[in-house]
């Protein structure tokens, strides 16, 4: 069994910030990378941003000067840093890990950003 939880979601003001942490455990051989995506109601889930075993980061154009992706991947932990928060910001943020072609999902973690 593998599992990821998340933590840090809430309730902010527009403009504000949170940090969200996830970390992996359970039956995981190796972790090759991390991310984070978000599901609107009503919308699909989308990439937010990611992180590989080698540092390697990728972020949304929407989230970009805003979220900063981090983690050590060695320990299966990835953050978070959300600033600048905005309304269409809010939506259950869910992690995941890749692992040789297996992919593990976290239950969620809800943010929102009012205005």
């Known amino acids: 069994q593998v599992q990821l939880v998340e933590s840090g979601g809430g309730l902010v003001q527009a403009g504000g910030s949170l940090r969200l942490s996830c970390t992996a455990s359970?039956?995981?051989?190796?972790?090759?990378?991390m991310g984070w995506y978000r599901q609107a109601p009503g919308k699909q889930r989308e990439l937010v941003a990611t992180?590989?075993?080698?540092?390697?980061?990728n972020y949304a154009n929407s989230v970009k000067g805003r979220f900063t992706i981090s983690g050590d991947i060695a320990k299966n932990t990835v953050y978070l840093q959300m600033n600048s928060l905005k309304p269409e910001d809010t939506a259950v943020y869910y992690c995941n890990a890749d692992s040789y072609g297996m992919r593990y999902w976290g239950k969620g973690t809800l943010v929102t950003a009012s205005s």
């Open positions: 992180i590989t075993s080698g540092g390697s980061t």
């Open positions: 359970g039956s995981i051989v190796r972790i090759t990378a």
